[in-house]
């Protein structure tokens, strides 16, 4: 089973600059999830995804933040401007249909703004 | 306000002897534990879960016991190997009936041989 892939693995951008991060989850899940993991800490949700509706984006700083999943399948994450506090690392997951199924994790996009 | 708490920022074991990771919650609404491990420069890695209608669920040489009472979980891995040394996340969901994941800080676990 092919697991979820995320790109770019790396990226750096000046701030102010746009950036987005692409994620293809496991096929067949219809949950999907982008997570900001900070150094040092542990995953921080910033968006749910079922199908192409947004079950959940109370994280998500929506003056700068922006997220789709069109066709439910693939989904994009963008930051428009970018600031130096959103170095992290972006991390997609989706999980099979169900209550309580673990959620699969991508390799992440390490973002470094400058 | 952290809702997953993991006080040991790290761990170290020797080979063959066990390993017991430690995770506490504060919201009582958490029903669904899990435990990730995390490796340099990739994503976290499903290990075991646990709902809260069980005390200990076990896989292989990994087993997960909740304490509801306490809110308190611990992961325990016998025998540790060096494979096992790595960055290890406490998770917790089920707040007012989401997946949503709420992760610790995580432990970093090291074996050594």
């Known amino acids: 089973e092919a697991g979820v892939a995320q790109s770019p693995r790396y990226k750096i951008i000046e701030k102010r600059q746009s950036v987005a991060f692409w994620c293809n989850p496991i096929?067949?899940?219809?949950?999907l999830y982008w997570y900001q993991q900070i150094l040092g800490q542990g995953p921080k949700l910033l968006i749910q995804f079922q199908n192409n509706g947004v079950v959940d984006d109370s994280q998500l700083p929506k003056d700068r933040f922006s997220a789709e999943r069109l066709k439910g399948v693939d989904s994009t994450l963008k930051i428009q401007p970018a600031k130096l506090e959103d170095s992290a690392v972006y991390l997609c997951?989706?999980?099979?249909?169900?209550?309580?199924?673990?959620?699969?994790f991508g390799d992440g996009t390490r973002l470094s703004i400058l | 306000d952290q809702q997953v708490k993991q006080n040991s920022p790290s761990l170290s074991v020797q080979e063959g002897r066990i390993s017991i990771l430690n995770c506490d919650y504060t919201n009582s609404m958490f029903d669904y534990f899990l435990w990730y491990k995390k490796y340099p420069a990739e994503g976290p890695t499903f290990l075991i879960s646990i709902s809260s209608i069980k005390d200990k669920n076990e896989d292989g040489r990994f087993t997960v016991f909740l304490n509801k009472s306490a809110k308190h979980l611990s992961l325990h891995i016998v025998p540790s190997q060096p494979g096992d040394s790595a960055v290890y996340f406490c998770?917790?969901?089920?707040?007012?009936?989401?997946?949503?994941?709420?992760f610790g800080k995580g432990t970093k676990l090291t074996v050594n041989p």
């Open positions: 998770a917790a969901s089920g707040q007012g009936g989401s997946e949503k994941l709420v």
């Open positions: 997951a989706s999980s099979p249909p169900g209550v309580h199924q673990p959620q699969h």
């Open positions: 096929s067949g899940h219809a949950t």
